[in-house]
């Protein structure tokens, strides 16, 4: 009885090790692929191509060689027929509708999301609505023509980027209201101002004499004391505050019966007593850079400018870099308009407020 059952015994392992000897060869076989070409096929509008590939016709895997070795996807091998070109979005401006970034085929004028047009994308999905104006309120103040400080009726300034447009309050049914909307989501009403209708500009209280009633200036008077260089061409340059303790400099353009052309480099830098410049003629041509660097206290600048008679512009003609680097709330006022302003040749960034007294005409602007 005893070698009967070890006689099971002993089959049954050797049974269990042919089936587990039979496994092992079936993990370890290794399939031979039974590789094809595919010739590549030219994609159209309504139906995808491809490029030239391998493929094995019993598993369904594809190659990039003739071998077999080198398995690549599906999606690599796909040509559309789509002819597309990528356009590039366009940001939403306060007014202005923007677009997001698409690509659009120039046989059959479908958009897509992707260069590989697998996702079509609709005219309303590419559209981003205008933002609207986000505006702040700004409190009425008066002009002070002893800081050189304009005034201002109340208005509403845009804050998004790129914009700065002024706005007067007015009603709803203005005709020439639009919808604004303050930083606390309360909706209010203005129509787009220019500076000139915006700024109460300064001006002085002259008396009989030419002097100023509130601040003692005199009119069309340049400082005293100021430091000037006789240039090559016989023009001098302003280069430095000498012996002036003015804290408001007047710069006119005659020095000694010559005209001053200009102001030099670092002409004012550091000057931690200035809180106020004005450039009395047209005939200062530049500010050299780094001019009034590190004015900590300076908050006013005047420049005069403009166009002469013949259309040509006058005064200031170039700013270098660096001239307000290091103030803060700097506001220039310019005698000519914003397009006369554009015309100002700016090194870098400015690092100042602008407003204009002279308006733009309804069709330029």
């Known amino acids: 009885m005893k070698k009967k059952i070890t006689a099971i015994i002993i089959s049954a392992a050797v049974l269990i090790c042919a089936v587990i000897g039979i496994v092992v060869v079936c993990k370890s076989c290794k399939h031979e692929h039974e590789i094809y070409a595919v010739a590549a096929k030219e994609g159209t509008c309504t139906e995808n191509g491809n490029a030239a590939y391998y493929a094995c016709r019993t598993c369904d895997k594809?190659?990039?060689?003739e071998k077999g070795e080198n398995e690549i996807s599906r999606d690599s091998v796909i040509v559309t027929g789509h002819k597309l070109k990528e356009v590039a979005g366009v940001p939403a401006t306060c007014v202005d509708e923007g677009t997001v970034a698409y690509y659009e085929c120039s046989v059959c004028g479908k958009k897509f999301t992707d260069e590989k047009a697998t996702e079509t994308i609709e005219l309303s999905g590419i559209r981003i609505a205008p933002l609207g104006h986000m505006v702040e309120k700004i409190a009425a103040k008066e002009m002070d023509c002893r800081t050189l400080t304009n005034g201002n009726k109340e208005y509403y300034v845009c804050i998004n980027d790129h914009c700065e447009k002024k706005f007067l309050p007015c009603a709803k049914?203005?005709?020439?209201?639009?919808?604004?909307?303050?930083?606390?989501?309360?909706?209010?009403?203005?129509?787009?101002?220019?500076?000139?209708?915006?700024?109460?500009?300064?001006?002085?209280?002259?008396?009989?004499?030419?002097?100023?009633?509130?601040?003692?200036?005199?009119?069309?008077?340049?400082?005293?004391?100021?430091?000037?260089?006789?240039?090559?061409?016989?023009?001098y340059i302003v280069t430095g505050r000498g012996t002036c303790t003015d804290k408001v400099l007047f710069i006119g353009?005659?020095?000694?019966?010559?005209?001053?052309?200009g102001i030099s480099s670092a002409a004012f830098y550091k000057d931690t007593i200035l809180t106020g410049v004005v450039i009395l003629s047209d005939k200062i041509g530049y500010i050299g850079?780094?001019?009034?660097?590190?004015?900590?206290?300076?908050?006013?600048?005047?420049?005069?400018?403009?166009?002469?008679?013949?259309g040509a512009l006058c005064g200031v003609k170039s700013i270098g870099e660096n001239v307000f680097a290091g103030c803060s709330g700097v506001t220039i006022t310019y005698d000519g308009s914003k397009n006369e302003w554009k015309r100002i040749k700016i090194a870098g960034e400015l690092n100042a407020a602008v407003v204009c007294r002279t308006k733009v005409s309804q069709v330029e602007w």
């Open 62 to 65: 594809i190659f990039s060689d």
């Open 173 to 235: 049914s203005d005709a020439r209201a639009v919808s604004l909307k303050l930083s606390g989501g309360e909706e209010v009403c203005g129509y787009e101002a220019q500076d000139a209708d915006v700024f109460i500009f300064v001006e002085h209280d002259f008396n009989a004499d030419g002097v100023c009633e509130i601040c003692g200036v005199k009119k069309d008077t340049a400082s005293d004391g100021l430091e000037y260089f006789l240039d090559t061409d016989e023009k």
């Open 253 to 261: 353009g005659e020095y000694n019966g010559k005209e001053v052309k």
């Open 289 to 310: 850079e780094n001019a009034f660097r590190n004015c900590t206290k300076l908050k006013s600048v005047s420049i005069a400018g403009g166009l002469n008679r013949n």
